[in-house]
C-alpha cells in the first residue's frame, strides 16, 4: 500500500514536486528501479534527502507518483488534441495518432510501465490498466452513438475499445523494442484502415462468411 504523507503546497511546492519527478523519471528509467537510490535523485537535484522525503515518503511512492503522473500526461494529451472536435470518427483518429506519438516522443515512460509491472505484483492492478479503465467510458459511449447511428456495425461496445486498446498498447511496446519503423500518424492510419476496412474485399467477405466453420464466430455481434 502507497504511504501518505502531507506534501507542501503552494506554486512553489508544484514546481518542486514536478522538478522532482522529471529527475526521477529518467533516472528510474536509465539506471533501473532497483539501482536508483534516493541519494542519486538527491545529488542530481542538489538538495537534501529530507527535502524529497518531505513530498515523497519512500522510493516506492516516488516511483509510483511518476508513473501515474505519465497517465495523466497521456490523458491530458489527449484531451488537448480532441478539444472541440465534434465528428466521432476524427476524434478517435487523433487520439489514436496522439496515443503513438505521446510514447515515441518519451520512451522514458514506457521504461517506467514496463518497470512497474515488474517490480509491483503485489498491485491489484498496473497504472495503465487503472487509467484505462477510468477513460475507457467515454470511448464505449462514442462508439455505441456512432452504432446508433448507423455508422458502424451492431456489436458490443466493450470488444471495439478492448481490441484498439490491445492494437495501441501493443504497438507502443514493439515501438520500445525494436524501433518505430513508421511515423506515428502513419501507424494510427494503418491501424484505423484496417479496423474501419478490415483486410478482405467485398467479394472476399462475402465467400468468407458463407464457408465459413460453423466452430468459429465472428459475426457482427459474435465473439471469438
Not at 536509465?30 to 542519486?40: C, F, L, S, V
Amino acid at each position: 500500500m502507497e504511504s501518505k504523507v502531507d506534501e507542501p503546497s503552494g506554486p512553489h511546492a508544484c514546481a518542486r514536486r514536478e522538478e522532482i519527478l522529471d529527475a526521477a523519471t529518467l533516472l528510474f528509467a536509465e539506471q533501473g528501479y532497483d539501482a536508483t537510490g534516493t541519494q542519486d535523485l538527491a545529488e542530481k537535484l542538489q538538495v537534501g534527502k529530507g527535502t524529497l522525503y518531505r513530498y515523497f515518503p519512500s522510493k516506492r511512492d516516488l516511483f509510483l507518483a511518476a508513473v501515474d503522473r505519465v497517465m495523466r500526461r497521456l490523458r491530458a494529451s489527449v484531451d488537448a488534441a480532441i478539444e472541440g472536435i465534434e465528428e466521432p470518427l476524427e476524434r478517435i483518429e487523433r487520439a489514436v495518432y496522439t496515443y503513438l506519438d505521446f510514447f515515441a516522443s518519451h520512451p522514458e515512460y514506457v521504461e517506467l510501465l514496463i518497470q512497474e509491472r515488474a517490480q509491483f505484483k503485489d498491485r491489484k492492478a498496473p497504472t495503465w490498466i487503472t487509467h484505462r479503465n477510468n477513460s475507457v467510458e467515454r470511448w464505449r459511449t462514442i462508439y455505441g452513438g456512432l452504432i446508433a447511428a448507423g455508422r458502424l456495425r451492431e456489436m458490443p461496445v466493450e470488444r471495439i475499445t478492448d481490441v484498439l486498446s490491445d492494437l495501441l498498447y501493443g504497438t507502443m511496446f514493439t515501438n520500445y523494442f525494436a524501433g518505430q519503423r513508421k511515423p506515428s500518424r502513419e501507424q494510427a492510419h494503418d491501424i484505423l484502415d484496417i479496423i474501419y476496412h478490415g483486410i478482405l474485399s467485398d467479394s472476399e467477405r462475402l465467400q468468407h462468411a458463407a464457408r465459413r466453420p460453423s466452430g468459429l464466430v465472428l459475426d457482427q455481434g459474435g465473439k471469438d
